[in-house]
């Protein structure tokens, strides 16, 4: 299986999953003109659509795509009742694509039904995890989003994040106001700086990485809970709570 991600709008990502035999899956089309370019150029057989949430910026292009290639399937959760689904997905759920499988994990949180899909070594976690942040939690579904990224952590060390925006450096920028110290997040710092100087990607990021830089899958540590002033008696969810918070009012 081989990927291929297109940046669309100001910061989104489209994965693209691909085989030897040409056929494609399409993963958040937020927009439609550039997948269907894409899906021309390289005279690939679209067979499906993976839907991870609601937002417009990951379902914007699904109807203009289906128009094009009626035969795709859609796949996303319950949450998407704007635009026509045609299989709905749930936690445990296996999808057998490309010759391979895929299986739903329900991390909601970002929004009441987020999902991800994971296939091994990748999983595209929409706006669950960023390369060294997290996304937005929505309606205080604190222990939502908490619990989806543990859900995140327990896949194997080499898994790639396939996360839907180019979030890097602005979460790095807040780590380092966090914890200026980090020797990992600084050397990771400059060298995401100098990616996004020269127009590249930081994406996928491998999950054995994040553990390192990604201070939202960090939140058992002392440093952490002492740097953003709590008790360091906090658990851990608490201490999550208290970073994203801190994150919700930083301004760079
Ligand atoms: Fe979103
Ligand atoms: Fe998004």
Not at 58 to 67: A, C, L, P, Q, R
Not at 204 to 214: A, G, H, M, Q, S
């Amino acid at each position: 299986m081989m990927l291929k991600k297109i940046s669309i709008l100001n910061d989104n990502y489209i994965w693209i999953i691909y085989n030897i035999y040409k056929e494609c899956v399409i993963i958040d089309p937020g927009t439609s003109n550039d997948v269907i370019k894409t899906i021309i150029k390289e005279k690939w057989t679209p067979i499906a659509i993976l839907l991870t949430h609601k937002h417009k910026d990951h379902i914007n292009g699904v109807e203009k795509i289906k128009k094009k290639y009626p035969e795709i399937i859609i796949y996303g959760p319950s949450e998407i009742n704007h635009i026509p689904i045609d299989i709905i997905v749930y936690e445990g759920m296996v999808i057998k694509l490309l010759y391979r499988k895929f299986i739903v994990l329900f991390t909601p949180g970002h929004t009441y039904g987020h999902v991800s899909y994971y296939s091994n070594p990748y999983i595209f976690c929409g706006d669950v995890i960023f390369s060294g942040g997290c996304g937005y939690v929505d309606n205080n579904q604190y222990i939502e989003m908490y619990n989806s990224i543990k859900k995140i952590l327990s896949l194997p060390n080499n898994t790639l994040l396939c996360c839907s925006h180019e979030y890097t450096l602005s979460n790095l920028i807040f780590s380092i106001s966090i914890v200026p110290d980090d020797i990992e997040i600084k050397k990771y710092y400059i060298l995401v700086k100098k990616k996004i100087k020269t127009k590249k990607s930081t994406l996928p990021t491998l999950l054995l990485y994040e553990r390192k830089i990604n201070l939202f899958l960090r939140t058992h540590e002392t440093i952490l809970k002492k740097s953003i002033g709590i008790s360091d008696k906090s658990n851990s969810f608490k201490t999550f709570v208290a970073l994203r918070l801190k994150k919700n009012l930083f301004k760079k």
